[in-house]
């Protein structure tokens, strides 16, 4: 019997849109501030997955720039018109959320592949976050949306609306009607999908904010204005340590409160349903796994699956009788089918973007970063810092274990204080660590040295800098294990030096950020030239690699 091992998407791939097109799954993901943007995921069995590549490519679908971290892309949602044979994505751009206003648009796309090409985005409305479109049995669409409600004495963050969209006028028409206003007094509704089965309209949401209180709920009508019977069981899906709490108005999303150390699987919420060719059910929901000794999540939001049934009166259940999510869960009656092993090595030599690396908020392009200008060399030129909000040379993947070692071979020779390039482990723009290659004055040459951002305080680690006068070569590694960092180098790639001290990497998450963050830790390669932004760094290849022991360095003082 094949199982399924949760989480099924690990690191920072939250907000799960599931679908089935004959024999073919597909998870769409929220990535906030990253570009590309929305990352689709294939799967035959539910058991394996692999990153299919992405929807919003390009700024005519996507402009990200400025934009706060945590913006951007939220909550996707995936759909499949089978008489049409055309994939539509709909998904917010949270452009602000500064006085509570969120400040946001939203958008569709549409394409006849899966892998594209998506059409340039139809703008639809701004009154909310998390849209989805219904695809009704005549023929008629259906946008659903969190309305935001900022109004003082009012309920936040509001209700969910429902509005006609039609496809060939590519355009909402008739006015927009409420349908719900929350299945339970758990608060912080949002999430709307619609499922039509045996004369129901069922209506999924997320309740409880999207942090340790979060929950899926359902509720059905016969109408699909409603109204909605809220299913007598609901939650059916939490890890909160206590359910159905009444805190509507309570604006507080992460809840530390609500921690449950009897459970792994943490903030369970924000599902889809889909039903397999073999008549099973199953829900991808969003979770995340923080580390129990200081309960952060520094992989971020994560995407998990749970084995589902319906009753004989129409509801559907956890197949484990309960609502608690599960690390394993039986796997569907279909034929294994496992992806082939990527490479743990990028090499740059393929002339090929590798699909696991993102950039933040703007593309991927030749004017900052080029496989050509050296073949078999990723070649970044400099620009603004990482506390930018607008254009950072920075090319970055998801962490996806708590125990990784990453490592790269860069050549680069600053001139001035202003230039740098090295690896990172990186948060947001309030909350990295950084080891670069930089030219210290005191020195009088090149040097390694780690520069950090703890919840937007800059700390230039001085006492760990190492003079690196005559390195043509450098590499630099990162030894992730359960929380802790370290830090090395090394001019021929065998024997290495620890530079610094142990950091502390979970506070590269949610729970530990300042700002009410929430999205997850990438390691990554960087260049910076604040002078003239002409310099660049030769990135020779980046490694990611799961490790099991603590470090394969061999390391001297």
């Known amino acids: 019997m094949y199982m399924i091992q949760n989480p099924v998407l690990p690191g920072f791939n939250p907000d799960p849109s599931i679908i089935r097109v004959g024999e073919d799954y597909y998870i769409a993901t929220s990535t906030f501030e990253w570009f590309p943007g929305v990352q689709i995921h294939n799967s035959r069995d539910l058991v394996h997955w692999r990153v299919l590549g992405y929807a919003l490519d390009r700024p005519s679908q996507l402009d990200l720039k400025g934009i706060e971290a945590s913006g951007g892309v ?121 499922y039509k089965r045996n004369g129901y309209y069922y209506l999924v949401t997320a309740e409880g904010g999207t942090g340790f209180g979060h929950g899926v709920v359902i509720s059905r009508s016969r109408d699909l204005f409603g109204p909605y019977e809220s299913d007598p069981c609901n939650p059916i899906i939490t890890s909160a340590r206590e359910i159905n709490l009444n805190r509507r108005g309570v604006d507080d999303y992460l809840k530390p409160y609500q921690y449950n150390p009897d459970s792994i699987l943490q903030k369970s919420g924000h599902g889809s349903i889909v039903e397999t060719q073999t008549g099973e059910w199953y829900i991808a929901h969003l979770c995340a796994r923080p580390l129990k000794s200081e309960v952060r999540s520094m ?37 294994a089918h496992p992806f082939a092993a990527e490479a743990i090595r990028e090499d740059f030599d393929s002339g090929k973007w590798n699909v696991h690396l993102n950039s933040l908020r703007v593309p991927l392009e030749e004017a900052w970063m080029s496989l050509e200008a050296r ?40 001139e001035n204080f202003h230039e740098m390039a090295g690896l990172t482990l990186f948060y947001d723009q309030n909350m990295f660590y950084y080891l670069r290659i930089y030219y210290s004055e005191t020195f009088g040459c090149p040097c390694i040295g780690i520069l950090s951002a703890d919840n937007g305080k800059r700390t230039e680690w001085l006492e760990s800098r190492v003079p690196i006068p005559d390195w043509e070569r450098v590499y630099l590694r990162a030894v992730i294990h359960d929380g802790t960092l370290n830090f090395y180098c090394s001019s021929d790639g065998s024997l290495w030096w620890q530079v610094g001290t142990e950091l502390d990497a979970s506070k590269c998450s949610d729970e530990y950020s300042s700002s009410g963050h929430f999205t997850g830790a990438f390691v990554g390669i960087c260049c910076q030239d604040s002078y003239r932004k002409r310099k660049y760094a030769d990135f020779d290849y980046f490694e990611y690699k799961e490790t099991t022991e603590t470090t394969e360095t061999t390391m001297t003082t």
């Open 74 to 194: 939220w909550a996707p949602c995936l759909s499949y018109n089978e008489k049409e044979g055309i994939f539509y994505l709909i998904y917010t751009i949270m452009r602000s959320t500064n006085g509570g206003a969120f400040d946001l648009d939203n958008y569709v796309v549409t394409a006849n592949n899966i892998e594209g090409p998506w059409s340039e985005r139809i703008y639809l409305n701004s009154s909310g976050f998390d849209p989805s479109l219904f695809h009704d049995d005549d023929g008629r669409k259906w946008l659903l949306n969190l309305e935001w409600d900022f109004r003082q004495g009012y309920e936040h963050p509001g209700s969910i609306v429902i509005q006609e969209y039609d496809a060939k006028l590519q355009t909402l028409v008739g006015e927009a009607r409420s349908i719900s206003r929350g299945a339970t007094d758990m608060g912080c509704l949002e999430a709307p999908h619609i």
């Open 375 to 414: 073949p078999g060399y990723l070649r970044l030129r400099g620009r603004e810092s990482l506390f930018s909000l607008h254009e950072q040379s920075l090319v970055a993947r998801r962490l996806q274990h708590f125990r990784a070692t990453v490592e790269t071979c860069v050549e680069f020779q600053p």
């Open 299 to 335: 992989l971020g939001r994560e995407t998990a699956l749970q084995r589902c049934q319906w009753t004989e009166d129409g509801w559907l259940r956890m197949a484990n009788g309960g609502n608690r999510a599960e690390m394993t869960v039986e796997a569907p009656k279909l034929e």
